[in-house]
């Protein structure tokens, strides 16, 4: 089971960039890193997924480095409609590994 | 497309009362999830069905019953309420199951346990 360990929260300024960091030293050979994004009132919803080294989306960007035991999620410019909560999950084998933790609480202040 | 859509949006029952949470997808997704979020906390899953007429058990299912009815709905059965059972249940679907899969969750129901 690989276990994730994030900060509980972290604050940021409207137009800074956010790294939010994730431990998951036990991460097995097959296992993917996916990061959510949840609102308040509102299910989360996919940002990113990787496997090694950078991943870019439209939205965010993913930093895995070379023994994967923790990877960081890169926000560049936050707006207030970033805050949220960014929970870090590692698929392991079986449904039964899949758990979201208690995620990072971002806030972005004006 | 609407999605992942569940119903009721909110419930409120007395302790020992049964109902059930209705979820329904339109992607023709192969599996269907089954979490609850207590206040402050992150999602926990209780019931999974990687495909039609499969379902397993997750983290916390005691307590709950679920049915796989066909590939567009599962749903999640409390047979006697307990206070602690206050919480929101969110479903959610993905295509495979698989490692790489992207879960897309419904707006979820605030149920209230007396």
């Known amino acids: 089971l690989a276990k994730t360990t994030q900060p509980i929260s972290m604050d940021s300024y409207e137009g800074q960039e956010v790294n939010i960091t994730c431990s998951h030293n036990n991460i097995a050979t097959n296992d993917y890193i996916t990061w959510y994004q949840q609102f308040p009132s509102q299910g989360p919803r996919f940002i990113i997924q990787?496997?090694?080294t950078k991943v870019t989306n439209e939205v965010a960007s993913l930093f895995i480095p070379a023994d994967r035991k923790s990877s960081t999620l890169s926000l560049p410019r936050v707006s207030l409609s970033d805050t949220a909560v960014y929970y870090c999950?590692?698929?392991?084998?079986?449904?039964?590994?899949?758990?979201f933790g208690s995620g990072t609480r971002l806030q972005v202040q004006p | 497309n609407a999605g992942v859509t569940q119903t009721p949006k909110f419930q409120v029952l007395k302790t020992g009362q049964s109902m059930t949470l209705q979820c329904a997808q339109d992607?023709?997704?192969?599996?269907m999830y089954w979490y609850r979020q207590d206040p402050g906390m992150g999602l926990r899953l209780i019931y999974y069905?990687?495909?039609?007429?499969?379902?397993d058990k997750g983290e916390v299912p005691n307590g709950y019953n679920v049915s796989r009815l066909n590939k567009r709905e599962f749903s999640l059965r409390l047979e006697s309420a307990a206070p602690s059972q206050t919480s929101v249940y969110f479903c959610?679907?993905?295509?495979?199951?698989?490692?790489?899969?992207?879960?897309?969750f419904g707006p979820g129901t605030r149920l209230t346990v007396l």
């Open positions: 959610a679907s993905s295509e495979s199951g698989g490692n790489t899969d992207t879960q897309y």
């Open positions: 069905s990687a495909s039609e007429g499969t379902t």
């Open positions: 992607m023709n997704h192969n599996s």
């Open positions: 990787g496997y090694k």
């Open positions: 999950l590692v698929y392991g084998t079986g449904r039964r590994a899949l758990t």
